[in-house]
């Protein structure tokens, strides 16, 4: 409990979870007094050293009373964490500055309701979150846990800390959960400006050239896999003809190539900044864009899958 006790983190038991439920048992569930606690013990002993100098009847039933008041809260505290299980779920993807998402769902199978349950993550570096939710009897729920990134490649969510003070927060009663979540950092994307490299820069040695174009209205064609969903004629789809994607004629449309070597910037993450920018942009623009890195080459494509890997290839390199 910070402020109060050290780091207990490193020393204490932690359950684990994979694509399989962790269990908070017995033997991984601990409890402490809270400062409330300690104020409402403090309390009770000068309630029972008066009683005892005074010779107060009523203060010996009073002091008794609220002693067996925080043993009975004491056993719902430790009873409202124990026995829950927690699943790790899903991270999505986002760019280095964003806030990494972690999902965790928490299920009750014991038939009691669970209030006022915390999660916090772990984590030593950046902000972290702590979140408060209720559940059901027989029911579960999801939590979201955000972190802030700082660098691009894996993020892992690691050690979470499940505990709560219900009832009368008079004791902290607290679990560690070990999780293999881990969320992709994209490198973050330089600010719009520089163009994508054109065709008179690359033709004659890294761009290739499409036999169709933007200009005139061809004709459709059944689609194909690859194909970007902005050519798709969603009209004919939405008549139940079928799945077609409009062809063009006129001035061919040019497939760059984002290289590393010709890709301005002092120094890796300059360079990967200003592809990752260079990526969204050939992606928001339909195009079918090539990838080459030290070591690595993606050919050129223009669907969802493709830059998808292009931005993990840049996240990874």
């Not at 009073?62 to 927690?86: D, E, K, P, Q």
């Amino acid at each position: 409990m910070a402020g109060v006790f050290p780091d207990w983190s490193k020393f204490l038991r932690s359950t684990q979870t994979s694509q399989s439920s962790a269990v908070l048992d017995r033997r991984h569930v601990y409890i402490v007094p809270s400062r409330t606690g300690f104020v409402f013990a403090l309390m009770i002993g000068g309630m029972l050293i008066g009683s005892i100098n005074y010779s107060l009847n009523m203060g010996y039933v009073l002091a008794f009373w609220l002693m067996g008041l925080g043993i009975v809260a004491m056993l719902h505290t430790w009873h409202n964490l124990a026995h829950l299980h927690i699943s790790a779920s899903k991270a999505p993807a986002v760019f280095a500055g964003e806030q990494a998402r972690f999902s965790l769902i928490l299920t009750e199978n014991s038939g009691r309701e669970r209030n006022a349950i915390g999660l916090k993550t772990n984590q030593k570096t950046g902000a972290t979150t702590t979140v408060y939710s209720d559940i059901d009897a027989y029911d579960s729920t999801e939590i979201i846990l955000g972190t802030d990134s700082k660098q691009r490649g894996w993020l892992t969510l690691g050690k979470v800390s499940v505990f709560t003070r219900f009832p009368l927060g008079l004791f902290h009663t607290w679990g560690y959960v070990e999780t293999d979540l881990r969320c992709l950092i994209y490198p973050r994307p330089a600010s719009p400006g520089l163009p994508i490299p054109t065709a008179i820069q690359q033709f004659h040695t890294q761009g290739s050239q499409t036999t169709h174009g933007d200009e005139d209205f061809s004709g459709l064609r059944h689609y194909r896999m690859g194909d970007s969903m902005r050519r798709v004629d969603w009209k004919a789809s939405a008549r139940e003809q079928g799945l077609y994607t409009k062809e063009f004629e006129g001035q061919g449309q040019f497939s760059p190539w984002l290289d590393w070597e010709t890709t301005p910037g002092k120094d890796t993450e300059h360079k990967l900044s200003q592809l990752t920018r260079w990526v969204l942009d050939a992606h928001a623009a339909g195009l079918a864009f090539g990838l080459r890195l030290p070591g690595y080459t993606l050919s050129p494509a223009a669907d969802e899958a493709h830059f998808r890997v292009a931005l993990k290839t840049l996240a990874l390199f």
